[in-house]
């Protein structure tokens, strides 16, 4: 089974600009919703913003308005983006890649820091 591989974090300061990636085989993932989750430090993962098969987008309300999450369907993967600007240190976290159910297993993730 072919793990989901998150990139694009980093330490960045309030204010500034990320932008995470995972790619995926396309198979069925062209057909399915995928979203990009946060786990916070102590707390439980939560979704942050998902994408279905047709690009409709929806957001967590900690995001709208500074995050978006795109996907582009290529011959052989799909590539899911997540822009964030205007970073808070309240978005520190892990971020993972997985379908719009979170019913794959999960990558690594990839750190987000947000110094004050």
């Known amino acids: 089974q072919v793990q989901v591989q998150e990139s694009g974090g980093g330490l960045v300061q309030a204010g500034g600009s990320l932008r995470l990636s995972c790619v995926v085989p396309?198979?069925?993932?062209?057909?399915?919703?995928m979203a990009w989750y946060r786990q916070a430090p102590g707390m439980q993962r939560e979704l942050v913003a998902s994408?279905?098969?047709?690009?409709?987008?929806?957001?967590a309300d900690s995001g709208k308005g500074r995050f978006t999450i795109s996907r582009q369907n290529a011959k052989n993967t799909v590539t899911v983006h997540l822009q964030m600007n205007s970073l808070k240190p309240e978005d520190t976290g892990v971020y993972y890649c997985?379908?719009?159910?979170?019913?794959?297993?999960w990558g690594q993730g990839t750190q987000v820091t947000v110094s004050s």
């Open positions: 994408i279905d098969s047709g690009s409709k987008t929806t957001y």
């Open positions: 396309r198979g069925i993932f062209s057909l399915l919703s």
């Open positions: 997985n379908t719009g159910s979170g019913t794959y297993p």
